[in-house]
């Protein structure tokens, strides 16, 4: 038996005769108010973590320096010292010209780097005209068809001094496409050019839903992206592995994790199988994560994503590159955490989060307005959701310290136990054949529809506990203004289509589309043909229809 | 002979957006309350909610909007149901939704309109008191 002292205070014999003389008595006097404590992913947690919690787990291979293998106590030597994380306020709605104010008056504010949240028909790939679209242009982002609106989406945004996050998947080649052409056209090389694509399709599949073509060609446009930006746009995220949506949709935070990296995990091995060194390509991978309420839960979250990933890239793939073992990511706070009822409760469940994210070492950081439960965010909640940040950065210290958590018995042992949970489900998925014949078979959204589910049971059962919602309802709380998206702007948006569908060359649009479908068949890179239809105008819609035809459309068999 | 009553539900996810966590969760909510429960499947327009419920024999249709097109897909359910002549499918709403849009929602005849955070009982509850089940003879 370890006869040192745990505790101050304890006695000289260690845990046991504490057990026995400390707390038994305590609790004795005073009964714990449940019999197991959970975290909101519903994991056990113990009453008190000790040295023995931790045993092994602050070994230089474990835990290593900041800045050096494995990265679990971050990716900078100095932390935020040097840089603190960018402030990258999620926004879009309406029109390019409602939505190109916002960013001025973000960027006035204080934001740095700008983020682009677009429209359902922009997503889905269909033009503000199409029949699916009616009602839904401009809603949840803003609407772009064509190289037209991008001109407008950035006026007066120099792009080669911004960083620019684009949240775009299935067609995340052709907006892609239409940034370069407005970066060109600005002057700005595209060797200059720094931001991120979404770009994600294996999470669509998995949780958000926002997919066009069957998953195997999905990666094919993944791929060609990967390829065409390590020869042009090497400072460009190619890709944005995104857990946050899986996490939205009600996975476990040690299934976010997994589902997260093991999709990483894909894309590198397609990467690598289209021919790609690894190194090439690697570096330019990001990843995006929630940042949710369980607190401590969510710091080891990220702290085990780092280590899981510098371990995979290095020992998996056989990446020589510290910058491919590197992950680097953005954190959102958790949408689904925000309750209609009482919403200025959300200011403070959001600014909780966000502490999460930045003590976790987040690369980039959104905050969710309080309102994101009704509408899409006022100016005024978004200003107020991006002062929530700027208060952590400037009035709490936090940034100050690199990894201020490490070495907490507590944190480094969740940590370990996220990346053992992670580690089972990649065999599990490594067994199926890897992660897009794990999703063929429906593995990860059941997995993840059980989560939601289970978790929807305990808030039933009062068993998980929500201000406002179950817990301290009081009277429904404020009324609060919110925004109200100008119904015209779908008209606006179709008339401009008329007018560039006027005024371009149809026989150059047509010659496009069809060297994309040439491409899509074939196995040519599809980033020349896009470019090429970019520059002629040709629409969201057109482009992604060329590739309709060559590929098909998903239908999903829903799991419920 | 015995007598059973049943109370059937199509669950459906108009528009295009692709946020089924809420219609999952609620469909299998309700099933474990002992209804029947037909889920669409994504990307389903009224004219597909319509004829499912139609086909389905159904009691209730819910919707599940979190896109902000609800003032715009609901009218058009409402008209195609009262064309067909079922008016008296009870037709609720749950997702994001402002306030202010409920006395309209309300008023083309959705009788239900359930926000962020509504507790699934509060769901159930109010299916069962909105709906005169059907007895089935078996």
């Known amino acids: 038996m370890d006869t040192r002292p745990l505790l101050p205070g304890a006695p000289g014999d260690g845990l046991e005769s504490w057990t026995r003389e400390v707390l038994e008595p305590a609790l ?8 197991a404590f959970t975290t909101v992913s519903g994991r056990p947690v113990e009453r008190l ?8 787990l602050t070994h230089d291979d474990v835990l290593g320096a900041p800045g050096g293998f494995p990265y679990t106590r971050g990716i900078h030597a100095s932390g935020y010292r040097g840089k603190p994380w960018t402030m990258r306020q999620f926004a879009g709605f309406g029109t390019p010209e409602d939505t190109n104010a916002r960013y001025r008056q973000l ?6 780097g700008l983020s682009v949240a677009f429209d359902l028909p922009t997503l889905m790939g269909r033009d503000p005209d199409h029949p699916l679209a009616r009602g839904e242009v401009g809603k949840c982002g803003v609407s772009v068809a064509s190289l ?5 989406l950035f006026e007066g945004i120099d792009l080669g001094a911004i960083t620019t996050s684009m949240t775009i998947n299935s067609p995340a080649s052709m907006i892609f496409a239409m940034y370069l052409v407005v970066a060109e056209r600005q002057g700005v090389p595209w060797t200059a050019l720094a931001g991120t694509i979404q770009n994600d399709i294996l999470k669509e599949f998995i949780a958000q839903k926002e997919f066009i073509y069957p998953p195997r060609p999905s990666m094919r446009l993944v791929t060609d992206v990967f390829r065409f930006c390590a020869d042009e746009v090497p400072r460009w995220n190619t890709i944005s592995v995104s857990g946050y949506h899986i996490r939205e949709a009600g996975a476990t935070a040690a299934q976010e994790l997994a589902f997260t990296l093991r999709n990483g995990i894909e894309y590198v091995q397609y990467g690598v199988d289209a021919g790609l060194p690894v190194d090439a390509f690697a570096p330019r991978i990001s990843f995006f994560f929630n940042a949710h309420s369980d607190f401590f839960e969510e710091i080891a979250k990220y702290r085990a994503a780092r280590r899981l990933w510098a371990r995979v890239m290095r020992d998996r793939f056989g990446a020589t590159s510290p910058r491919s073992w590197q992950l680097r990511f953005h954190a959102q706070t958790a949408g689904v955490s925000l309750t209609a009822q009482q919403p200025y409760n959300n200011v403070v469940r959001t600014a909780l989060q966000a502490l999460a994210a930045v003590l976790g070492g987040a690369q980039s950081l959104h905050t969710n307005a309080l309102d994101e439960a009704l509408a899409l965010p006022t100016a005024e909640a978004a200003t107020l959701a991006l002062r929530t940040q700027q208060i952590l ?30 580690l089972a489900y990649f065999d599990r ?16 959204q059941r997995e993840i529809a059980e989560s939601a589910y289970a978790f929807q049971r305990e808030v039933e059962t009062g068993s998980r506990r929500i201000v406002g919602v179950n817990e301290a309802v009081g009277d429904g709380g404020s009324r609060i203004g919110i ?21 371009r060359d149809p026989a150059a649009v047509e010659g496009a589309l069809a060297r994309i479908r040439e491409a899509a068949s074939g ?27 060559v590929w098909g459309e998903f239908v999903e068999v829903p799991i419920i | 002979m015995d007598a059973q009553s049943t109370i059937r539900v199509v669950i459906a996810k108009p528009g295009l957006d692709g946020h089924d966590r809420g219609a999952k969760v609620i469909a299998r909510a309700l099933r474990d309350a002992g209804m029947e429960v037909i889920y669409t499947g994504l990307r389903q327009t009224p004219e597909q909610i319509v004829t499912a419920a139609l086909q389905e024999d159904a009691d209730v249709i819910g919707l599940s909007i979190l896109s902000g097109a609800h003032m715009h897909i609901c009218p058009r359910v409402m008209d195609l149901l009262r064309e067909k002549g079922l008016s008296d499918v009870l037709v609720v709403v749950g997702g994001i939704i402002p306030d202010a849009d409920i006395p309209a929602l309300n008023a083309m005849g959705i009788r239900g309109v359930f926000l962020p955070g509504t507790p699934m009982q509060s769901i159930v509850e109010f299916i069962r008191s909105h709906v005169s089940p059907r007895v089935e003879t078996i």
Do not use: K, W
Request: charged residues 25%.
């Open chain 1, 49 to 56: 973590y000790t040295a023995e919690s931790a045993a092994g």
């Open chain 1, 429 to 444: 998925i490594d067994r199926m054949g890897g992660m897009v014949p794990a999703i063929e078979q429906g593995f990860p």
């Open chain 1, 523 to 549: 196995g040519a890179n599809t980033m020349p043909p896009i470019l090429e239809a970019v520059r002629a105008y040709a629409t969201v819609g057109e482009m992604c229809d060329a590739l309709r035809d």
């Open chain 1, 483 to 503: 925004l109200s998206i100008d119904e015209a702007a779908g008209a606006r948006q179709a008339a401009r289509l008329e007018a560039v569908r006027r005024r």
């Open chain 1, 28 to 35: 004795a006097r005073a009964p714990e108010r449940r019999a």
């Open chain 1, 107 to 112: 960027l006035a504010a204080g934001g740095t």
């Open chain 1, 393 to 422: 950065a400037h009035e709490t210290g936090v940034a100050g310290v690199v990894d201020p958590l490490g070495g907490s018995y507590f944190v480094e042992r969740l940590t370990a136990d996220l990346e053992a949970e992670a």
């Open chain 1, 148 to 152: 037209a609106d991008m001109e407008v």
